[in-house]
């Protein structure tokens, strides 16, 4: 019976690497564009900058954060963007090009946050406010990407 349990741990984990790679190389075979007009970066050498655990705790809007930091040399994208109970969920993905760097993150944000209720159908300003709430997920996704610097 051990011996069942040990071929079943290593076909997860098996499948779990498969997997991974199958992710990264769907991944890599995407091409982004950035909306930013993209240039390489001078000729200082580019390092990654990470967080201290009081920077972490205060990090206020992360695009401001990646905009003082990287430039114009980081972007983003938004793979999956849905509606669930009452909140919009996004997944994002933040590169760095010049460091190699990829990663994605969910971000989440109430989409009425005055109310604490979703947005029905053809309500006035619910474009609006799901485009706010969109925006704020991605903010949120953004941040927990530069958490894993």
Known sequence: ??????????????????????????YSSVNIESSRP???PGSGEVSVVRLTDEAREHLGDPIEW?????????????RDRRVEGGEMLVLVRLELPALGIRKS????APLNERSGRP?????NGGI?????ACDAAVRDALRRCIELF
């Open 119 to 123: 947005l029905e159908r053809g309500q």
């Open 105 to 108: 993150q969910f971000g989440r």
């Open 38 to 40: 993209s240039s390489k």
């Open 66 to 78: 990646l905009e003082q930091h990287y430039a114009d040399m980081w972007r983003h994208e938004i």
């Open 1 to 26: 019976m051990t011996s069942n349990s040990c071929n079943s741990g290593n076909s997860f984990s098996e499948l779990l690497d498969a997997n991974r790679k199958q992710l990264e190389k769907l």
């Open 128 to 132: 609006g406010e799901e485009r706010q």
